[in-house]
């Protein structure tokens, strides 16, 4: 299996046709990391993690987990990526947990129904197990999305929105969450707007704008005002 | 290879799990199928007397539309949720994937045929039962044919904004011989005096780009998806 404890993108770009999606976004996360992507509308959040997640190839430049790459390492390399998209990746006709054992099954879990079961504990959603995702909120579609995305124990974790639909105690609860995972040693990049959730949870920002990352702010204010400042100087 | 079966059946079992609870693909599609061959009786049936040498055609135009609303609707399902992408990001072979789909798009068409051929023996005076196995066969191979290319342009198609204009446009140049073929071959076997070697050639022909067309899709599916 492939292991790692750093992922690194190293002059990633990403375009379609002559439209630049992405141009030349570097950065470096550790174990135990929560980096976060902040910019608006169609900065090239997500375009980033579908390539970190290797959704997606990069038109040039290059993603380094540890010493490996997503072409050399391939479905080993997967087996330790989660990720939760803005669509959440389960499917409504499906109860919850019949999509985290299908999941499971997928990433060839021998204990798959048992882990199913542990997530939904975990989700708090033992009781409505056996409903469909379709009669499920959309903060409890988003638990179930999250657990789907951690069953498997991933050593990198990519969330795209991950806040959204999640009322107050919902977003604490998930932001506990994540630092357990912070605690054993997954990587995590998250691309959000809740500014005010994340603040004080994020070990690295990267401001996007247009597809390309901009200097952070130098003053130490909030996040929300760091984020109008990056915003505003480019 | 095991994984790849097992993946291939995983994925199976779930589309037909989806399927069983909504019914929504199988009805749309046999719905629109029964129709077709209804509107086309009207016009090619005169006091109950079906043209000359139509029934094969029609029979092969309603497989190829109503095979293009089920692709159309199958994958559509996959994208509401984005779910494709979650399979794509599996650690399982990316063609285990393609080859799951492909056959849970092989047994709806089936189950869509199972009532379409009937139906077109019915109303075309088409002799269904003069030659079962070889028709059988040359529905299977022609299904195969267009299910494979037709499954593997979806699945290229689903983030696309128009989805629906684009699989048509790109499927039905590709799926031409497989058309051709499917009719000639199951013309021969409706003709008042059915040619067996004919029907024989256009099978094998039908053998052929099945064996084209799925290897082609299984190595192409990988570098399609995340290109």
Same mark, same amino acid.
């Given at each position: ?81 989660? =990720? ?24 060839? =879990? ?125 | ?154 699945? =290229? ?21 497989? =058309? ?48």
């Amino acid at each position: 299996m492939s292991d790692f404890d750093t992922v690194s993108a190293d002059g990633v770009g990403r375009h379609y046709g002559r439209r630049r999606a992405l141009t030349n976004i570097s950065f470096t996360a550790r174990a135990g990391d929560i980096v976060g992507l902040l910019g608006h509308n169609g900065a090239g959040k997500s375009t980033l993690l579908s390539i970190l997640g290797t959704l997606l190839a990069a038109s040039t430049g290059v993603v380094r987990y540890g010493g490996l790459t997503s072409d050399a390492a391939g479905a080993s390399l997967r087996a330790r990526i989660g =990720m939760l998209g803005h669509d959440l990746f389960l499917y409504p006709e499906l109860s919850a947990r019949e999509n985290l054992v299908f999941f499971g099954r997928l990433y060839d =879990m021998p204990e798959a129904a048992r882990a199913a079961d542990a997530a939904l504990e975990r989700a708090g959603l033992a009781a409505r197990a056996d409903d469909l995702v379709s009669s499920f909120s959309r903060g409890m579609r988003q638990r179930v999305a999250l657990e789907r995305a951690l069953l498997h124990g991933p050593r990198l974790l990519l969330l795209d929105e991950p806040f959204t639909g999640l009322d107050q105690a919902s977003a604490a609860a998930l932001v506990g969450r994540l630092r357990e995972e912070q605690a054993r040693g997954v990587v995590t990049v998250l691309a959000t707007h809740d500014l005010d959730v994340v603040d004080g949870l994020l070990n690295e920002v990267v401001f996007l704008q247009g597809g390309k990352r901009v200097a952070a702010p130098a003053s130490a204010g909030t996040l929300r005002d760091r984020y109008r400042e990056a915003m505003h100087a480019s | 290879m095991s994984a790849f079966f097992r993946v291939a059946a995983l994925v199976v079992r779930k589309d037909l799990t989806v399927e069983v609870r909504s019914l929504e693909v199988v009805s749309t599609t046999l719905f629109f199928a029964v129709t077709v061959v209804l509107i086309f009786a009207f016009g090619f049936v005169k006091e109950g007397v079906p043209m000359d040498g139509v029934a094969a055609a029609i029979l092969w135009i309603t497989v190829a539309f109503s095979g293009t609303l089920a692709l159309g609707r199958t994958f559509e399902r996959e994208r509401q949720a984005d779910t494709l992408r979650a399979l794509m990001l599996a650690p399982a072979d990316r063609p285990a994937l393609y080859a799951g789909k492909l056959v849970g798009m092989l047994l709806l068409m089936a189950l869509v045929e199972l009532i379409l051929v009937p139906l077109v023996g019915l109303l075309f005076q088409a002799p269904i039962f003069r030659a079962p196995l070889r028709l059988a066969g040359l529905l299977a191979a022609g299904t195969l044919g267009f299910a494979a290319i037709g499954t593997l342009f979806a699945a =290229m198609l689903v983030r696309a904004r128009s989805r629906d204009v684009l699989l048509p446009v790109l499927l039905y140049p590709m799926t031409v011989p497989v =058309m051709i073929a499917g009719v000639r071959g199951t013309a021969a076997l409706f003709q008042p005096q059915p040619d067996a070697g004919m029907a024989q050639f256009w099978f094998a022909l039908l053998v052929f780009f099945d064996v084209v067309f799925v290897t082609l899709a299984l190595w192409t599916f990988e570098p399609l998806m995340t290109d």
